[in-house]
């Protein structure tokens, strides 16, 4: 799995929550993002910056969003497209 990916998407989650004013918790990959305090609108303001990061749109028939539970969910949906 790709640090720099994964490393990304930490870093906005953490972002998000915080512009939420959600304090962070300690998160693996293994977090499930509705428990980390990410609302909706919240998920949606990350997949669009990542969106805009990587230029890729993971989400198709294979893939739904609603499909994402876990922080590890959301990075291989994008690591099927991104090699970072």
């Known amino acids: ?4 990916l994964q490393q990304t998407i930490f870093s906005l989650i953490k972002k998000i929550l915080l512009e939420q004013s959600v304090a962070p918790t300690d998160m693996t990959l293994e977090s499930r993002i509705g ?4 609302t909706s609108m ?3 303001e990350l997949v669009s910056a ?3 990061i ?3 749109d993971p989400f198709d028939d294979e893939i739904s969003i609603t499909d994402i539970v ?3 969910d ?11």
């Not at 799995?1 to 720099?4: E, I, N, Q, V």
């Not at 428990?35 to 990410?38: C, E, K, V």
């Not at 959301?74 to 970072?84: G, N, S, T, W």
């Open 1 to 4: 799995m790709s640090a720099d």
């Open 35 to 38: 428990d980390l305090g990410m």
């Open 42 to 44: 919240g998920l949606a």
């Open 50 to 52: 990542l969106e805009q």
């Open 54 to 56: 990587y230029g890729v």
């Open 70 to 72: 876990t922080v590890r």
């Open 74 to 84: 959301l990075v291989f949906a994008y690591k099927r497209y991104v090699h970072a």
